[in-house]
T-cell receptor
Framework: AQRVTQPEKLLSVFKGAPVELKCNYS??????LFWYVQYSRQRLQLLLR??SRESIKGFTADLNKGETSFHLKKPFAQEEDSAMYYC????????????FGTGTKLQVIP | DTGVSQDPRHKITKRGQNVTFRCDPI?????LYWYRQTLGQGPEFLTY????????KSRLLSDRFSAERPKGSFSTLEIQRTEQGDSAMYLC?????????????FGPGTRLLVL
């Protein structure tokens, strides 16, 4: 079974402070990991995926297979980063069901 | 707007009534997904289509739920004999067919309230 855990429902940080949104997963094979974001009054959209190894809007995430984690990080939070963030997992290798975590609301305080 | 669209955006119904939702994916996207999202939870997978074939269904999808994608384009999700527990946001997403799991593009959702 595949499972995604986001332990924090709400994370409040001050503008300019570092951000780390935690994500741990459970999967026996080689997963594909994603971060999706939902800004206020907007639809859910992809932020980044681990196989791309890219930085989007200053966010990065590294897949740590030893710790089964895929934490999302940004060195300096901006007010426009305030949103709901969901970590998601797919079994990889073509279509596999995508499992989402419960989400973390990031609130950046001006 | 060439994104995923869903109709209606909101639906209020009485318990026991049937409801049907429609999803129009991004054109040329072979894959289409339905999710359900309740308050405080992430999207929960319901079912998946590749073209017109329904390839996977979650056990969350009871026999009161049925989904179709008759021509491999738009899809409908029908809930029969609605229950208050069916109240949720129903999300549709589409993606192109690739060797690896591709980015899913989500619609705005249909919010269902069962009274």
């Amino acid at each position: 079974a595949q499972r995604v855990t986001q332990p924090e429902k709400l994370l409040s940080v001050f503008k300019g402070a570092p951000v780390e949104l935690k994500c741990n997963y459970s999967y026996s094979g080689s997963p594909e990991l994603f971060w999706y974001v939902q800004y206020s009054r907007q639809r859910l959209q992809l932020l980044l995926r681990h196989i791309s190894r890219e930085s989007i809007k200053g966010f990065t995430a590294d897949l740590n297979k030893g710790e089964t984690s895929f934490h999302l990080k940004k060195p300096f939070a901006q007010e426009e980063d305030s949103a709901m963030y969901y970590c998601a997992l797919s079994g990889g290798g073509g279509y596999q069901k995508v499992t989402f975590g419960t989400g973390t609301k990031l609130q950046v305080i001006p | 707007d060439t994104g995923v669209s869903q109709d209606p955006r909101h639906k209020i119904t009485k318990r026991g009534q049937n409801v049907t939702f429609r999803c129009d994916p991004i054109s040329e996207h072979n894959r289409l997904y339905w999710y359900r999202q309740t308050l405080g939870q992430g999207p929960e997978f319901l079912t998946y289509f590749q073209n017109e074939a329904q390839l996977e269904k979650s056990r969350l999808l009871s026999d009161r739920f049925s989904a179709e994608r008759p021509k491999g384009s738009f899809s409908t999700l029908e809930i029969q004999r609605t229950e208050q527990g069916d109240s949720a946001m129903y999300l549709c997403a589409s993606s192109p067919k690739r060797r690896v799991q591709e980015t899913q593009y989500f619609g705005p959702g249909t919010r269902l309230l069962v009274l």
